[in-house]
């Protein structure tokens, strides 16, 4: 049981039920919405495989991620060390190949029954770029917060691409769904994925800049300072309520009074307060909060996919 239990936090088994909540609100809620019939010709099991596929990919990025991090971690966060302590390194880096090959497989199986090679493209990039993230990209200056920014983006944009949606079916009447509509939706949730995720990681950034900077970073903070780090994420926050301000217009107009209601006190509120909070902000403690609000709101935008469901 203590095998298994290190096994979890290893690969960071909160974050991977996400992943799978996020994709089973897509699906089943926002895009079974769209549907103009009940069933739809792919089936729930080829999902359940993407699903999987998603979640392997994902957890072999979290592996590797400690496996390369191991002394930067044991400054930063040394009671959640795990590869060495309870999990062996070739172990480690075993999973984190078995995974990733099955991740693929998966993907390429998907792929053929759906048509859409980009799944398989886009996957075995994603498998690239979490190994350099981890050992390359992680210390850079920004290129690894925007990578994982767009991976948490692709969580979402890769049902746009499971649907068979494209430029062809657009204006075509007699589609299953209408792929404009389901576009729309995938960039709104896609593109707030990515701003939340943006945020969240130069926050990470701020809460591990001692560990990051003993073993020479060159992390925001680090490089701009925290002043400068503040200023960016508080930017993006702006950009984000604003966003989001202007897209509960729209859905107010739609008639969409529910789920308003919803997003403002759900989502718009404590990214106020966040932007709030960030000002004020000076130890490890605080960031790790705010880091830990910036989560609840991504979590809280993705449920907010279960009411369509009930709105259309």
Known sequence: MKTIGAFLRLTRW??????GLTQALFYFSLFHSLLNQQSYPHGHRLFLLLVVASILIAAAGYIINDYFDLQIDAVNKPEKVVVDKEVKRRWAIMWHLVFSA???????????????????????????????????????LLSGNIIIAALTAWVIIVMYFFSGADHKVWFADDHLYDARK?????????????????????????????????????????????????????????????????????????????IVGYNIITIIFPLCWILQKLYTAVSKEDYHTLSSAVKFVMLAGILSMAFFRFLN
Request: contains cysteine; proline residues 2%; aromatic residues 16%.
């Open 182 to 258: 389901l576009f729309k939706f995938t960039i709104l949730y896609a593109g707030f994925a990515f701003i939340v995720s943006l945020v969240r990681e130069a926050l990470k950034d701020l809460e591990d800049i001692e560990g990051d900077a003993r073993y020479h970073c060159r992390t925001m903070p680090i490089v701009w300072g925290v002043p400068a780090a503040k200023v960016f994420i508080a930017v993006w926050l702006i950009v984000c309520i604003s966003s989001l301000a202007i897209v509960q217009l729209y859905a107010w107009k739609s008639g969409w009074r529910l």
């Open 14 to 19: 909160p974050n991977l039920v996400f992943i």
């Open 102 to 140: 099955v991740g693929i497989l998966l993907s390429i199986f998907i792929s053929y029954k759906t048509g859409s090679w980009v799944i398989t493209i886009a996957n075995i990039c994603c498998v690239i770029l979490l190994w350099f993230y981890s050992t390359t990209f992680k210390k850079r």
